[in-house]
Each structure stands twice: as C-alpha cells, then as structure tokens.
C-alpha cells in the first residue's frame, strides 16, 4: 500500500524558514511527479510547488516563488521543500502528493496524498 509521509512542520517567525519533507513508501505505479499544496482554514487547498522525478523540472505558485525551493534525493526516495522569508499568509496545513499526472499543478492529477503538517508563521 502507498502512504506518503510528511515532516517538517512547525511554529516560526515571520522572516523565518522550515523544510518539509516527503517520503512516499509502497510501490507507486507510474508515478511522475511529487507535489506540495497547502490549505489555510476557511480556503480551498491550493498548489505550492512540484517537481518530476525524472528530469527535475519543477513548479512553483507565483506566491512563493523566490522563496521556497523544491528537491529531490533520489538515494532516499524523498522530496524536500525549503521555505524561507515566511509570512504570515504562509501558515497552512501543508500536504505532499504523488502521482501519475500531466499537470504539476492540479491537484486532481495527483492520486495519495499525506496526512499534512501544519506550518503557522506567527506575525
């Protein structure tokens, strides 16, 4: 069975970093790329960055661009998301997905999903 494991998450000041970490176990059929996406209370889940296994290329949402940097380890099987100059307007529940898809960005292409980790950027 696949699950896909998130960690990294925390409590920060503005200005501040984290690095989330993904780590898909189980067999994935076909998978392609591995995804983050966040969700804030009362918003709808939105994409924050991606990346392909093969090849690297990568994604990210105009909101974090610049500041936070999708990467692989593909030794370890894990995706990593290094946050930096956090905002206020950061703090989410923050979740990692995986799956066979055309499009990085929509979350329907991805098929598992983790469990989230909260991020909460105190002002």
């Known amino acids: 069975q696949v699950r896909v494991v998130e960690s990294g998450g925390g409590l920060v000041q503005a200005g501040g970093s984290l690095r989330l970490s993904c780590a898909p176990s189980g067999f994935i059929v076909g998978s392609s790329a591995m995804g983050w996406f966040r969700q804030a209370p009362g918003k709808e889940r939105e994409f924050v960055a991606a990346?392909?296994?093969?090849?690297?290329?990568?994604a990210y949402a105009d909101s974090v661009t610049g500041r936070f940097t999708i990467s692989r380890d593909n030794a370890r099987n894990t995706v990593n998301l290094q946050m930096n100059s956090l905002k206020p307007e950061d703090t989410a529940v923050y979740y990692c997905?995986?799956?066979?898809?055309?499009?990085?960005?929509?979350?329907?292409?991805?098929?598992?999903w983790g469990q989230g980790t909260q991020v909460t950027v105190a002002s």
């Open positions: 997905a995986t799956g066979r898809t055309s499009s990085m960005t929509n979350p329907s292409g991805y098929n598992y």
């Open positions: 990346i392909r296994w093969s090849g690297g290329n990568t």
